[in-house]
C-alpha cells in the first residue's frame, strides 16, 4: 500500500480510519520516509551536516529583499541569528518549514508518520525508513548554492502566505491530487535542479526499493511517504509504471 501523508498537522484530525485503516491493519510492516521525528534530534542532525565550508555568511549570499525576510522569519521561529547565518542556506529553509508549520498549531506530533509510527508500535510490527540521515541529508546538501537559496526563498514565500497550510490541509483531507501536484511545485519553476533532486530522483529510487520488497515473497507493507511524492507526471507512480508496476487508487471514505 502507498499512502500520501502530511509530515506536520494540526490536532483534532480523525484521518486514520476506513480504507486507510483497513490497508494499514493489513500490513505487517511501515514504510517511511527517514525514522528521525524527533525535534531535538532532528535540529542536532541538520547542524552537523549544514555549516556551511566556505566560511560564508547566509546574509552576504543573499540580495538585500531576501536578506530582510531571512532576518525576519528567523527572528520570527525564535531561532538564533547567529547560527542560522553560518549554515548553508538548505538548512535553515528545512528548519524554518518545520517552525513555520507551528503558525496554525500545526505540529509533527499530530502529523501523520508521528501517527502511523504510534499505531505501528501497538500493533508490535515493523517499522523501517527508505532513506537514512546521511542520505536524505545528502541529497539538500549535494544542490548548487543558486538552489539552496531557491528553497530557502520557496520556504520564505510559504511562510508568508497565510493561506497555505488551509489549502494544503483541504487538498490532502480532500484527495485532490491535481491540486496537490499544483501545490508542490510552486516556486520550483525556474529551478529545475532543485526540483528533480527533492522529487524525480528520490520517487525514482524509492520505486526501485518498493520493487524490489515486491519480488521477495510474503509480507504485506504500508509506504507513508509525503503526498506530493505521489502526485504529479513524476511521481513515484511514474517510475512503478516504467517497472511494469501499476498502482490502484482506493477511494477513500467520504
Known sequence: YLFGTVHALPPGL???????????????ELVVESLVTDEDDYFDALLAYGIASDGRRITQRLNAEQRARFTRHVAQSR???????????????????R?????????????????????AERRAIPVTALENIDLQFGVFG??????QIALL???MTGMDDPTYNARLLRTWTGGDVETLAQLNTEGFGRHPELYDSIGPMRNERWAGWIQLRLD???GKFFVAVGAAHLAGPDSVFR??????????RIPNAP
Open 153 to 155: 526563498e520557496k520556504t
Open 14 to 28: 480523525n484521518w486514520l480510519r476506513g480504507p486507510i485503516r483497513t490497508a494499514f491493519d493489513a500490513s505487517d
Open 216 to 218: 521477495e515473497p510474503g
Open 79 to 97: 531561532m538564533p541569528l547567529i547560527m542560522m547565518d553560518v549554515m548553508e542556506p538548505w538548512v535553515p529553509a528545512m528548519m524554518l518549514e
Open 142 to 147: 549535494h544542490l548548487s548554492m543558486p538552489a
Open 99 to 119: 517552525r513555520g508549520a507551528r503558525r496554525d498549531n500545526w505540529q509533527r506530533r499530530y502529523g501523520a508518520e508521528t501517527i502511523l509510527e504510534a499505531a
Open 239 to 248: 517510475f512503478l509504471n516504467e517497472r511494469g508496476i501499476t498502482a490502484r
